[in-house]
């Protein structure tokens, strides 16, 4: 087990009830707030008015930004951090799902430089040594992005979405209330839980196998999102099934599970790639690949994982041939994505074809360091992975 250093220093405030807290863990940072929504989800489950008013309450100045799309596009960003240097900001409100957080963490960071904020992002990779503080108030159980430094943004004048992430932009809170989760459509909540699963198993099948206490909580992680999503999707209002996977989301990527395991993620830089080229939602992109990738990487060398993962997540029979159970483990991810989630299962049923397979196979290669991922993936793989996709 290699040597890690566990700090998620990210207050989190779970449960319903929790906004009388609001006031004060935003007043540590001063009375200036940058508020920061979507496309309007928050005004539709009143959760935007429970904002204001406990800001109000603490006698904090309020400024707004609303819009940010989902995948978050880089012009969202620019405006938020000219809002920050304009209004001398002291702390931003992230309220919403990913995309929300991720373009609001970016803001942060841009708010304390010269330079345009996709600097940090493309090839020039500037420094992000300080961001202005961020609380969040989650409204989507998928990124895990209310407890991780990271955030993914999209360039579509160089149909580019890259990822970073970087301490300076962890939240210092967040507000997981299960409840602001019941609105969410049964297909944003199935693409959720693919994009947990995935963080999960983008960690699991790495290359130590000797994390057997973290390989036990993945995957009890794991059972969850595939108890509770399919609840969640039937029952909106179940309240035991949005907490499960509120929770899962943040704890799936806040840096526990990977703490010691030496690996780079494969679907998730194939993902990119898509959302970045036919703006599709993550999770979708995600459930597609994660089953063919797995089947690509299958040989003798690491089915003992996915026997392992066949057994103690699916509960196949452990007594049957290895590379049974490791092929079973496949169809029943699948099952769950497509059957018991209901995603689409291939990329001609959402109209992407071969046209820039290349393309992307090339960049997904070149910015996702897949040449380090569980099973070394170069172009040629990941062409044939998004064929097998096809
Ligand atoms: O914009 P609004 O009106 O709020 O509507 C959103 C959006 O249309 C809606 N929504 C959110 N909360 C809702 C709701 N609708 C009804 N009721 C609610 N309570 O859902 C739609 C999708 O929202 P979005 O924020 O885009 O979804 P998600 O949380 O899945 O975020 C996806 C983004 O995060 C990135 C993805 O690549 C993608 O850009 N990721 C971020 C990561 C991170 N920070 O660590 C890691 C992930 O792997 C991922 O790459
Ligand atoms: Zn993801």
């Not at 309240?239 to 599970?257: C, K, P």
Request: hydrophobic content about 40%.
């Amino acid at each position: 087990m290699n040597n890690f250093i566990y700090d998620i220093p990210v207050k989190v405030y779970f449960g319903e009830n929790q906004l009388c807290h609001l006031g004060e863990e935003l007043s540590k940072y001063g009375k200036r707030v940058l508020m920061t929504y979507g496309g309007g989800s928050i005004k539709k489950i009143g959760l935007y008015d429970e904002v204001v008013a406990e800001i109000k309450k603490a006698g904090l100045e309020l400024f707004e930004l609303s819009g940010i799309e989902p995948n978050p596009r880089i012009d969202s960003v620019r405006k938020g951090a000219e809002i920050c240097k304009n209004e001398n900001i002291d702390v931003l409100l992230a309220v919403g799902g990913g995309s929300t957080l991720d373009a609001t963490k970016f803001m942060a960071a841009g708010a304390m430089v010269d330079h345009d904020p996709w600097d940090f992002l493309s090839s020039k990779w500037a420094p992000i040594e300080k961001a202005l503080p961020i609380v969040t108030i989650l409204t989507l159980s998928a990124t895990g992005s209310e407890m991780d430094c990271g955030g993914v943004i999209t360039n579509p004048e160089t149909n580019d979405k890259i990822g970073r992430m970087e301490r300076p932009m962890l939240p210092k809170a967040s507000f997981l209330n299960p409840a602001n989760t019941y609105t969410v459509s049964p297909y944003q909540t199935a693409c959720g839980a693919a994009d947990m699963m995935s963080h999960i198993i983008e960690v699991y099948f790495n290359k130590e196998n000797d994390l057997y206490m973290l390989d036990c909580f993945m995957e009890g992680m794991m059972k969850t999102i595939i108890k509770y999503a399919p609840i969640a999707m039937k029952e909106p209002e179940n309240y035991e099934a949005r907490a499960n996977l509120m929770w899962a989301s943040s704890w799936a990527i806040n840096g526990f599970v990977n703490g010691g395991k030496e690996h780079s993620w494969s679907c998730h830089p194939m993902e990119h790639e898509l959302s970045a080229f036919y703006d599709i939602t993550h999770g979708l992109g995600l459930a597609i690949l994660t089953p063919r990738w797995l089947e690509y990487c299958l040989d003798d060398s690491t089915v003992s994982k996915y026997y392992q993962f066949g057994v103690n997540v699916f509960g196949i029979d452990g007594s049957l041939d290895k590379m049974a159970v490791a092929k079973k483990s496949i169809e029943m991810l699948s099952d769950f994505f497509f059957n018991s989630l209901k995603l689409k299962s291939t990329l001609s049923a959402i109209d992407i074809d071969d046209t820039h397979f290349e393309t992307m196979a090339e960049k997904a290669v070149e910015i996702g360091g897949l040449k380090y991922a569980y099973k070394p993936l170069d172009k040629t793989d990941v062409r044939n992975i998004y064929k097998m996709c096809l």
